[in-house]
């Protein structure tokens, strides 16, 4: 896990482009704390900051990295790359470092980004620049779990690029207008969404999508990969994925909640430190660290005061906003002082086997959902989903409102899945590419990377969710498993009482004081909100209690972030 930046310009590279390169490496060194590099040619000045999780000690796994034809930066982790390294091997290509870095380079410098692309599993954002042809690519992991953003003046001809906005609006521009639709999608879905940030002319490079640009062309992007239906085993399939994601040459955390999601990866995983923050599933994480003999760190949000300071510390170092962003990062700072470097988390799981009643099963059986139940959730499925995803539209007004036409999928950049895939995977697949893609990863990332620590999410391998979304409602949800049928019958197998599983579905909870004083802190940034002109609520229509609760969660978060950045100057509002 590092962190990349970047300039490139069509015309050549201007004299101070380096210094700003470095400047961005400096912004991000949270994200690779253990050391900093720089190349450059006449075009490109590329920067790169590592935290050295894959063959720490050798000097020659960093980066920038250089081949033949190519330089690269990249941030993230390829899991397969010791069967690459094989393939590398009976092609005689030499290979001096036990890390992945060195693997990617040589992939793509023996079989073209491309094909090398398709062969890799992963989750990364890489800039890979071709020397002789002065093309750059910005490419993203198929899920979205590794951030990349840019900046690109075509009257200019610049493209300025790194893993935060922070490091991109601190560095090339004393001053940023506010980008009133990424802050209307920051309150409709909770983090600014498809390619918008908060900062006018800073977006992200979306999943799955590679972008290019050379001296005679401009800026042009595509999408590099969608899922594919698939027959594999789904049980063979969940343990591959979490058990590739295992190694790594550092000590590793597990995320462990007590739920059925983290219980399977931790037993796969099996002789990982858990860390657990405290909750009503204490007990429950408790019982599976005894069983499977491995040691529990319970830690505590224990003031209102502890989340501000989570909200500053995330708004600060990302540049983005986020409401349930201190979760995270209070999880990530313990386990960081315990002296880890790299985390499992089990993002992603639930949106992706039908873990949440609020995703709809169009095909299932009605023998699996309470028969007084079955004809208003079919008949209303579809609108609840959406209801439960985004905000009602009624509940706030921003700086930017949609119009009639306005699309989700258009939007969020949300491509379709081919048509033998069953149709509640429709609904899973949206909820992989906006809530999970632009709230849940952005989130983990920006927190965990702000205290150094890598993350990785083994339910959101790529070939495990072309598993799991080729499997139909059926397959996932039973009468008498319920939800999340696939792992709950290997936590069975692995010898678990049905105590783990056979229990209401609980979620995060503070302690009453701390509830108490954040409440009252994110009604007062309700009205500095309603007073800055960023906001206003209406009367609500659809989910009144939810959208309210939520609505001041936000507020609170995007009043620390006006904190940072608007009160600085550094944003100028409409």
Same mark, same amino acid.
């Given at each position: 896990m590092c962190g990349i930046a970047g300039i490139f310009r069509t015309a050549g590279v201007w004299a101070p482009d380096r210094e700003l390169v470095e400047a961005m490496n400096r912004h991000q060194a949270d994200r690779g704390p253990d050391s900093a590099g720089v190349w450059m040619d006449d075009h490109l000045v590329l920067g790169h900051t590592r935290l050295a999780i894959m063959d720490p000690l050798n000097a020659a796994a960093s980066q920038p990295y250089v081949t033949e034809n190519w330089v690269i930066s990249f941030n993230g982790e390829i899991y397969n790359f010791r069967a690459l390294r094989e393939t590398l091997r009976a092609r005689h290509i030499p290979l001096e470092t036990d890390s992945d870095t060195e693997v990617l380079a040589k992939s793509i410098e023996l079989f073209g980004l491309d094909a090398a692309l398709e062969k890799l599993n992963g989750m990364f954002a890489i800039a890979a620049y071709e020397k002789r042809a002065r093309r750059l690519h910005l490419v993203r992991d198929r899920l979205g779990i590794k951030p990349l953003y840019f900046f690109y003046d075509p009257a200019e001809g610049v493209l300025v690029f790194a893993s935060t906005p922070a490091a991109i609006a601190r560095t090339f521009r004393k001053r940023w207008d506010l980008d009133v639709r990424g802050l209307y999608s920051f309150f409709?879905?909770?983090?600014?969404?498809?390619?918008?940030?908060?900062?006018?002319?800073?977006?992200? @490079?979306?999943?799955?999508?590679?972008?290019?640009?050379?001296? =005679?062309?401009?800026?042009?992007?595509?999408?590099?990969?969608?899922?594919?239906?698939?027959?594999? =085993?789904?049980?063979?399939?969940? @343990?591959?994925?979490?058990?590739?994601?295992?190694?790594?040459? #550092?000590?590793?955390?597990?995320?462990?909640?007590?739920? @059925?999601?983290?219980?399977?990866?931790?037993?796969?995983?099996? =002789? #990982?430190? /858990?860390?657990?923050? =405290?909750?009503?599933?204490?007990e429950y994480a408790e019982y599976v660290a005894n069983f499977l003999g491995v040691e529990l760190k319970v830690g505590r949000a !224990?003031?209102? !005061? !502890?989340?501000?300071?989570?909200?500053?510390?995330?708004?600060r170092s990302s540049g983005e906003v986020s409401a349930s962003s201190p979760i995270p990062s209070v999880v990530s700072g313990l386990i960081a002082q315990s002296g880890f470097k790299v985390a499992f988390s089990a993002n992603g799981a639930d949106e992706l086997f039908h873990g949440y009643w609020r995703t709809p099963t169009p095909e299932l059986r009605p023998d699996c959902i309470p028969a007084v139940f079955y004809e208003k959730y079919v008949e209303d499925a579809a609108a609840h989903h959406t209801n439960h995803i985004f905000r009602n539209p009624a509940a706030f007004k921003t700086l930017y409102s949609p119009g009639e036409d306005y699309s989700v999928q258009e939007e969020y950049g949300i491509t379709g899945l081919d048509a033998e895939f069953p149709e509640s995977a429709r609904y899973r697949w949206l909820e992989l590419m906006s809530y999970v893609a632009f709230d849940l990863n952005p989130t983990l990332d920006f927190s965990s990377m702000a205290s150094s620590i890598e993350v990785r999410v083994p339910f959101l391998d790529h070939e495990l969710v072309e598993c799991a979304l080729s499997m139909d409602a059926n397959q996932l949800v039973a009468a008498d498993f319920g939800r999340k049928v696939p792992l709950k019958k290997l936590l069975r197998k692995y010898g678990f009482s049905p105590m783990l599983w056979n229990r209401p579905k609980a979620g995060f909870s503070l302690p009453p004081e701390v509830a108490f004083d954040r409440r009252r802190s994110a009604i007062q940034a309700v009205d500095r909100l309603r007073e800055m002109g960023m906001l206003s609520t209406e009367k609500l229509e659809?989910?009144?209690?939810?959208?309210?609760?939520?609505?001041?969660?936000?507020?609170?978060?995007?009043?620390?972030? /006006? !904190?940072?950045? #608007?009160d600085s100057g550094r944003v100028q509002l409409p």
């Amino acid at each position: 896990m590092c962190g990349i930046a970047g300039i490139f310009r069509t015309a050549g590279v201007w004299a101070p482009d380096r210094e700003l390169v470095e400047a961005m490496n400096r912004h991000q060194a949270d994200r690779g704390p253990d050391s900093a590099g720089v190349w450059m040619d006449d075009h490109l000045v590329l920067g790169h900051t590592r935290l050295a999780i894959m063959d720490p000690l050798n000097a020659a796994a960093s980066q920038p990295y250089v081949t033949e034809n190519w330089v690269i930066s990249f941030n993230g982790e390829i899991y397969n790359f010791r069967a690459l390294r094989e393939t590398l091997r009976a092609r005689h290509i030499p290979l001096e470092t036990d890390s992945d870095t060195e693997v990617l380079a040589k992939s793509i410098e023996l079989f073209g980004l491309d094909a090398a692309l398709e062969k890799l599993n992963g989750m990364f954002a890489i800039a890979a620049y071709e020397k002789r042809a002065r093309r750059l690519h910005l490419v993203r992991d198929r899920l979205g779990i590794k951030p990349l953003y840019f900046f690109y003046d075509p009257a200019e001809g610049v493209l300025v690029f790194a893993s935060t906005p922070a490091a991109i609006a601190r560095t090339f521009r004393k001053r940023w207008d506010l980008d009133v639709r990424g802050l209307y999608s920051f309150f409709s879905l909770g983090a600014p969404a498809g390619t918008h940030t908060l900062f006018e002319g800073i977006t992200r @490079v979306l999943p799955a999508q590679k972008l290019t640009i050379e001296p =005679d062309r401009g800026l042009e992007g595509e999408t590099y990969w969608r899922p594919r239906f698939t027959g594999s =085993d789904i049980a063979e399939q969940i @343990v591959s994925s979490i058990a590739l994601q295992k190694e790594s040459h #550092v000590p590793s955390a597990v995320f462990l909640s007590g739920g @059925v999601d983290s219980s399977l990866m931790a037993s796969v995983l099996s =002789d #990982v430190t /858990c860390f657990h923050l =405290d909750s009503e599933e204490r007990e429950y994480a408790e019982y599976v660290a005894n069983f499977l003999g491995v040691e529990l760190k319970v830690g505590r949000a !224990d003031a209102a !005061d !502890d989340f501000q300071s989570q909200l500053r510390l995330y708004s600060r170092s990302s540049g983005e906003v986020s409401a349930s962003s201190p979760i995270p990062s209070v999880v990530s700072g313990l386990i960081a002082q315990s002296g880890f470097k790299v985390a499992f988390s089990a993002n992603g799981a639930d949106e992706l086997f039908h873990g949440y009643w609020r995703t709809p099963t169009p095909e299932l059986r009605p023998d699996c959902i309470p028969a007084v139940f079955y004809e208003k959730y079919v008949e209303d499925a579809a609108a609840h989903h959406t209801n439960h995803i985004f905000r009602n539209p009624a509940a706030f007004k921003t700086l930017y409102s949609p119009g009639e036409d306005y699309s989700v999928q258009e939007e969020y950049g949300i491509t379709g899945l081919d048509a033998e895939f069953p149709e509640s995977a429709r609904y899973r697949w949206l909820e992989l590419m906006s809530y999970v893609a632009f709230d849940l990863n952005p989130t983990l990332d920006f927190s965990s990377m702000a205290s150094s620590i890598e993350v990785r999410v083994p339910f959101l391998d790529h070939e495990l969710v072309e598993c799991a979304l080729s499997m139909d409602a059926n397959q996932l949800v039973a009468a008498d498993f319920g939800r999340k049928v696939p792992l709950k019958k290997l936590l069975r197998k692995y010898g678990f009482s049905p105590m783990l599983w056979n229990r209401p579905k609980a979620g995060f909870s503070l302690p009453p004081e701390v509830a108490f004083d954040r409440r009252r802190s994110a009604i007062q940034a309700v009205d500095r909100l309603r007073e800055m002109g960023m906001l206003s609520t209406e009367k609500l229509e659809k989910n009144p209690g939810r959208d309210v609760q939520y609505l001041h969660w936000a507020a609170g978060a995007l009043a620390v972030w /006006c !904190d940072e950045w #608007v009160d600085s100057g550094r944003v100028q509002l409409p």
